[in-house]
Nanobody
């Protein structure tokens, strides 16, 4: 069974950093893209970043230059390093699996499997 588990969230002050992890199992890790999404209260889920199985990356404009996505294929884990955090980054962060191959989609509807989410709160 496909499983994704996101972790690493927490409470930080503006300007702080967090590193999220997405541990994956149940599929050939290097064949597919993993995306990071977030959802703030009362808002739609939005794409933050994604990385393909061959290392191509995508970032939303709002996080470019602050967030870095990387994958460790030996550990079946994708990381999201978040620096320069701002209150508007607050939300529940999810990782998700896109089984359409080495493509990068920011649309959450393109992802078939989702982790349980981890809360990120940035205080002002």
């Amino acid at each position: 069974d496909v499983q994704l588990q996101a972790s690493g969230g927490g409470l930080v002050q503006t300007g702080g950093s967090l590193r999220l992890s997405c541990s994956a199992s149940g599929f050939t890790f290097t064949d597919y893209s993993i995306g990071w999404f977030r959802q703030a209260p009362g808002k739609e889920r939005e794409g933050v970043s994604c990385v393909s199985g061959i290392g191509d990356t995508y970032y939303a404009d709002s996080v470019k230059g602050r967030f870095t996505v990387a994958r460790d294929n030996a550990r079946n884990t994708v990381y999201l390093q978040m620096n320069g955090l701002m209150p508007e980054d607050t939300g529940v962060y999810y990782c998700a699996l896109d089984m359409s191959g080495h493509v990068l989609h920011s649309n959450p509807d393109r992802y078939e499997f989702w982790g349980q989410g981890t809360q990120v709160t940035v205080s002002s």
